[in-house]
Structure formats: structure tokens, C-alpha cells
């Protein structure tokens, strides 16, 4: 079965083409970088432009290089929510429109269902049950994936998503937009050790997280050093701030595992691409003998191949939507 995939949840258009979930054999990306880092974040109304002047050339795209045509295409599966309204609208209207003049099925994908499953994109993959951590811009969240259509969430962001806290650090500091990639590559060259950020543990044994109070530790560091006019090591604060983000995220991500019994964990979403914290929590599960699946980068990021890999296990499972059905702001699944 080959299937179409549509994402546009967010500030990225994207499609891609797989056979079953067995291959991907397209997976294009359009980023909107040039039209939002003029304003240090996402502008929700020009996200949506800039969609629709990109979907269907980036669907084109993803058909010619997997080297199919839309009369070869089974089944489409297109992004439902969470995310940006105006965004959603614009890939799952172009998804249902296109499935209806050529009456090919079409599934509702949710954004979260993908990054859970992002893992049976590679080569390798784990048994369930597994524990997932999904850590974007826009969440932060650990579950349980007992199988492919059963997800259960532990913990989540209390405020800020992970990788909004690393935007919003990278504006703060003057570095652009997004933040994430910035301070990590800045990070490389800093002391990680140099400024004593605060971790948020919350509550024993709980599963949420709290990036707020780290983010106020920086901004205060930062009028300090200018209040003593000491000059800002940016390199130590990138360094210190991306270790207090994931000495929190991989702990948190491994205890809840070994509470829940779980031998695999899997990460996934936009900051599962730092590689701080791929190689602190591979350090975290060797110790405590669990098997870590660290999908590649682009997978890890907003990415169509994910929303067709959820889309056809849905479809499997007789899963398919009506004309009228309507996107989400908020996951069912949090
Ligand atoms: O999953 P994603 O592409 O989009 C959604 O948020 O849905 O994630 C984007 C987020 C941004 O906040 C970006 O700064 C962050 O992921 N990010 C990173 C890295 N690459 C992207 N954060 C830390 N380190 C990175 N290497």
C-alpha cells in the first residue's frame, strides 16, 4: 500500500510517500525559517500564508521523489491536531479534498500519535511496551506506548515546552530563531558546569516538568552580569542552561521507566535532535541496563513520514474520517 502523508501543524510543510510501514521513500520538509526568525518565534497568521502558498508543491515534490503518482496512492493521512489552528487547516482541508475528487481513503492523524511511533521510520526497531518521551516546541511529555494505537501520558510541562524554553533563552540572549539547534551548537564550545541553573524535580516520583523557573534563572543571571557589567559568557550559559534541561528530561524519562517496569524507552520531537541529550540519556540507560531508540534528526523534527506511519497503522485498524471532520488545538492524547 503506498501512502500520502500531509504535516502542517506547525510552521513546516511537509509530506512524504511510504510503502506500508515498511519503507519511506519520500520525506520532504519545507521550513518557514526565513518567515518567522525576523520575529524571534512563530506568527501563526503568516504560518498559515505561507502553508498554503507550499502545500501543494511540496506534495509534488514528495510524489516525484518517491516516483509515484496520486493515482498510485491507497490511502492519505494527514495531521488532525494538536497545533496552530490556521496551520492544521490548511494541510487537513488540502488532505480531504484531495482524498474526496480521487476517492482514496483518508485518516486523521494526531501529531503526538506520530512523534510516539516516529521510531518504525529507521531500521531498528524496539518491542513495545516502551516509554516515549516526546520533548518539542511545543511539548514536553513522557507516556507509556503499549502497542501501536495505546498511549498512555505519565507526565507533562507544567509551562513551557523543552525546546520554548531553548527559544525563548536563544531571544533572550540575542542569538535568533530557532533556539534549540543555536544554543546547542554554542553549548559545544561552554563550561556546563559554569553557572548552577536549577532543575525542577517537582514532587517525588512525578513525571512532570517545569522549565519556567530555568528559563527566570537565566534572565536573572543575565541582569546580574549586566547590573556588575561583567560581560556575558554566552558559551558557559548555553552550555549550563542545555545541561539543566537534560539532566531533568533523561532522569525524569528514566525513572519513570524503571516505576512502570519498561525495559525500552524511545525519544522523539524537535529537542530529541540535541545531542546533549541523546548521549546523556544513552549514558542514563546503559547504566540502568534499558535499551535506548534515538530516532535519526529528521525524524525527530516535524516530519510527514511519522504522520504516515501512524496514519497507515490507524487505516489497519478501519480508522478513516468523514468530509466534516474538523482539526484540534489540543491532543486527546495529553
Ligand atoms: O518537533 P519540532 O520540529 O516542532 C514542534 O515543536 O512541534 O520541534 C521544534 C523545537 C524548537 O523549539 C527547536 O528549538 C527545538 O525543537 N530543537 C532543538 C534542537 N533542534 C530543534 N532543541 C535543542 N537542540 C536541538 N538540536
Not at 519503507?23 to 518567515?35: C, E, H, K, P, W
Not at 476517492?103 to 501529531?111: A, E, F, K, L, M
Amino acid at each position: 500500500m503506498l501512502v500520502l502523508a500531509i504535516e502542517s501543524s506547525c510552521d513546516d510543510t511537509a509530506a512524504a510517500v511510504l510503502r506500508d510501514d515498511r519503507s519511506v521513500l519520500s520525506n520532504v520538509i519545507s521550513s518557514q525559517f526565513d518567515v518567522h526568525s525576523p520575529f524571534g518565534g512563530i506568527v501563526p497568521e503568516l504560518a498559515s500564508r505561507r502553508h498554503i502558498e507550499s502545500i501543494w508543491p511540496v506534495v509534488s515534490q514528495a510524489l516525484d521523489r518517491a516516483g509515484v503518482t496520486l493515482d498510485q496512492i491507497d490511502l492519505i493521512a494527514a495531521t488532525r491536531g494538536p497545533g496552530l489552528i490556521g496551520s492544521l487547516l490548511v494541510g487537513f482541508t488540502f488532505a480531504k479534498g484531495l482524498a474526496m475528487v480521487r476517492n482514496i481513503p483518508c485518516v486523521g492523524v494526531d501529531h503526538m500519535s506520530g512523534h510516539l511511533l516516529s521510531v518504525f521510520a529507521g531500521a531498528e526497531h524496539p518491542d513495545f511496551p516502551y516509554a516515549a518521551l516526546v520533548v518539542s516546541g511545543g511539548n514536553t511529555s513522557i507516556y507509556t506506548v503499549t502497542d501501536r494505537s495505546t498511549f498512555q501520558c505519565l507526565g507533562r510541562t507544567r509551562d513551557d515546552a523543552a525546546g520554548e524554553a531553548f527559544d525563548k533563552v536563544a531571544k533572550l540572549l540575542g542569538l535568533g530563531y530557532p533556539g534549540g539547534p543555536i544554543i546547542s551548537r554554542l553549548a559545544e564550545k561552554g563550561d556546563p558546569q559554569a553557572i548552577a541553573f536549577p532543575r525542577a524535580w517537582l514532587d517525588r516520583d512525578s513525571a512532570d516538568f517545569s522549565f519556567s523557573g530555568l528559563k527566570t534563572s537565566v534572565v536573572n543571571h543575565v541582569n546580574q552580569c549586566r547590573r556588575k557589567n561583567e560581560p556575558l559568557n554566552i558559551e558557559d550559559i548555553c552550555a549550563s542552561f542545555q545541561e539543566a534541561v537534560v539532566d531533568v528530561l533523561a532522569e525524569k524519562t528514566v525513572r519513570a521507566a524503571l516505576a512502570h517496569g519498561l525495559k525500552t524507552i524511545v525519544i522523539g520531537g524537535g529537542v530529541a535532535a540535541n545531542r546533549r541529550l541523546r548521549e546523556v540519556m544513552q549514558q542514563r540507560c546503559e547504566k540502568e541496563q534499558l535499551q535506548l531508540f534515538k530516532p535519526e534528526p529528521v525524524f525527530c523534527t516535524d516530519n510527514a513520514a511519522m504522520i504516515g506511519l501512524a496514519g497507515y497503522y490507524q487505516y489497519q485498524r478501519g480508522d478513516t474520517i468523514a468530509p466534516d471532520t474538523d482539526v484540534y488545538s489540543r491532543s486527546p492524547l495529553h
